[in-house]
């Protein structure tokens, strides 16, 4: 596997029961996704990406494929992350979370994690398995385990290591302890949400598992920590350009910043750029140690086929393309141009499509 490198796959859910009648803009074709052209409408635009999953996906499938090579990382001291990006509607929480008959990738890593630790203990490798659970919101930190009445800080110790001193870590030691415990987070994220209209496609909510192992080697114990970050991320749609004033003009603020930054955090990872500017929101800052370095991230882009979504998608697209935006020229058949004898000529070099269009 690819360390240190953020791979951005794809996913584009079905067409819903209240979009029956729209009609579709984009298509997917292996790792590409072609886009209808609001500028051009005989145009379309290609965005390619590390892997493009349809709405015949099943959630087993963009697990198996995207989130289960990631699970013995933290086992092994490393860091890995998952991201659900995309506009608010797109099936980011499906994805992660999913319902009790389609169970996303929260449950499904977490059985799988399970099932590692107890495979690979013995009497010289323990394992101690912990969860945190937060929110952020606004460019501010909020415990969903241990509620309080004040924001987190986030800071950096002595060592270089990024801490939150107040954010609880619940030790767990089962699928059942994990449930209870989630479960508990995710009624204190519904408790924001009723205060706060569409609070949760706002806000980011960031589990954490932390993995702590002991290995025993010529009758010395060493241990090693890693964490598995799994993150359903505010939606993406460009919350500047839909007039939002007041207290949703900051909320909208917020969520661009953090999403701008993690847009930039990847970029320069990807590129090997030596400043990586986890400092630009809270969202990087409190992954720095899990981006970049030994670490891997997985970006799900998801995505609604349908023409309602259409800008959301598009800014999506944009945002989360790392690859070269392409214009593609619909076909056309090919004439040959002939002098007046009859005689082919040759034809002038095919003028090739400028490339990004926006
Ligand atoms: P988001 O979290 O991105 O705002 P949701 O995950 O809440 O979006 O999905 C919006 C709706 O679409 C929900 O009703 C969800 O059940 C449905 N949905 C999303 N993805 C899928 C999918 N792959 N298959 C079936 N239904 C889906
Ligand atoms: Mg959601």
Redesign the pocket.
Known sequence: MDSGNVRVAV?V??V?EHEQDEELCLTQADKAIQLYNWKSPTDTLKFRFDACYN?E?S?KEIFMGEVKPLLDLPLKGFNATCF?Y??????????MQG?KQ?PGIIPRSIKHMFQLVNRRTKDTQQFTVSMSFLEIYQEKVYDLLEPKDHDLTILQDASGSIVVPDLAEVPIQSVKDFEATYNSGLEQRATHSTALNAHS?RSHAVLTIKVQSRACKNGEWNARVGKLHLI?LA?SEDNRKTGNVGDRMKESTAINKSLFALNQVVDAINRKQARIPYRESKLTRFLQEALGGNSVAKILT?LGPTKNMYFNTYHALNFASKSRQVVNKPFEARTTRVNAAGKAQPTPAASTSSGPIV
Do not use: V
């Open positions: 996913r859910r079905c819903l709405e996906a959630q659900a995309g506009p608010t509607g797109a099936g980011k929480t499906f994805t319902t389609h496609s359903d939606g998801c």
